[in-house]
């Protein structure tokens, strides 16, 4: 059993790794060829972790949480705009100048959104969403990774 039993908990952590894995990347030496690996894996995660906030959360939150449809737009909005960054730095090498602004420019608008989240989303959510609920959106949200990790 998981030691993070509800939705809520399972983004959480998403968030607490995608915070790790930037402040790597921001750590590396400028035009390291390591950043862009570590860009490459903050990609897949970032992709699967808003394609599941929008498929699990984001539906309830629009339709049990008051002002929820204003918190989901804000989210999805920056997801929009982190999608442009990383398909934006998936073009270049990390050696380029525009690397390193882009990578700027991400961060800022990454650890502003996960903030937001955290600070409005998700206790919004918390407080509007039974606690069966949350745990009945973590347990479907894991066996759907669970299916997606298995080997073929």
Sequence with gaps: MSRRPDILGEFTADHRAVSELLDRIEAAPAGDPGRGE??????????????????????????????????????????????????DLQGLGPAEPAFDTLLRGLAETLRRHLRGEEEQLFPAARKALPAAARTALGDRLRAERAELDAPD
């Excluded at 539906?59 to 398909?87: E, K």
Aim: with cysteine; hydrophobic share 45%; glycine share 8%.
């Design 38 to 87: 570590l860009v490459g894996r903050l990609t897949d995660l970032l992709f699967t972790h808003c394609a599941a906030e929008e498929e699990h959360l984001f539906p309830v939150v629009q339709h049990d949480v008051p002002d929820g449809g204003a918190l989901v737009f804000r989210s999805i909005h920056d997801h929009l705009a982190i999608g442009q960054y990383l398909a």
